[in-house]
């Protein structure tokens, strides 16, 4: 498995477009590399959407965005027409570029052990060491985790509060409170009952 500060292994592999690419394609650049199951499938497709979305900001961070499948040229050129993606797809039917990245092997499926592309993300730096991975990707949000990391912030993250930081906030929060509509205060002083 690659970690970060390892060097980027190099690839040449068929894109969308027919041209040979390779990691020496893009000296000076970024590069994010990922990793996907298959084509015009439900989670594949909102990753591919995501980075096309968010491709004008990578452009201005200096990064290009690279997806590999084991899907054809041709399949590529489909599902990018279809979606009208604009990131590069590459095609990597012998496996050599997700053996090198550690990107096929065991996974679970709907409970079953399965050989298969592990969806992964690569951060590659001008320097072509491995600056970042992602393993295991969850779909939903992980565009921007990556662009947050190429812009060189951190990957955002929901806050998380402790259980006892959490009963403080709440208690302090109850304090504060207006009293709800409807009750009943207990009073200042008797009241005189009418005669």
Same mark, same amino acid.
């Given at each position: ?11 040449? &592999?068929? /894109? $969308?477009?027919?041209? *040979?690419?390779?990691? @020496? ?8 590399? =990922? ?5 015009d ?5 909102r990753?591919?959407?995501a ?37 590069? &797809?590459? /095609? $990597?039917?012998?496996? *050599?570029a997700?053996? @090198? ?8 499926? =709907?409970?079953?052990?399965v ?41 955002p993250?929901a ?19 207006p ?17």
């Open positions: 498995m690659l970690n970060a500060g390892d060097r980027a292994p190099d690839f040449s &592999l068929e /894109s $969308d477009s027919g041209k *040979t690419v390779s990691l @020496a394609d893009f000296p000076g650049k970024t590069v994010v590399l =990922y990793f996907y199951p298959k084509d499938t439900p989670g594949c497709t990753e591919a959407q980075f096309t979305e968010a491709l004008h900001a990578f452009t201005e961070a200096g990064a290009v965005v690279l997806g590999v499948s084991r899907d054809s040229v041709e399949r590529h050129r489909k599902f990018r027409a279809k979606y009208d993606l604009g990131v590069t &797809l590459l /095609s $990597d039917p012998d496996l *050599t997700h053996d @090198a990245y550690s990107a096929y092997g065991e996974k679970t499926m =709907y409970g079953k052990k050989m298969g592309t592990i969806r992964s993300t690569f951060i590659i730096g001008p320097d072509r060491t491995v600056k970042h991975v992602f393993s295991g990707v969850k779909v939903d949000g992980h565009a921007d985790a990556v662009l947050a990391l190429v812009r060189g912030g951190g990957a993250e806050p998380r509060a402790s259980a006892s930081t959490t009963k403080g906030a709440a208690a302090k929060t109850a304090a504060k409170a009293a709800k509509r409807g009750a009943v205060k207990a009073p200042a002083k008797p009241v005189a009952k009418p005669r």
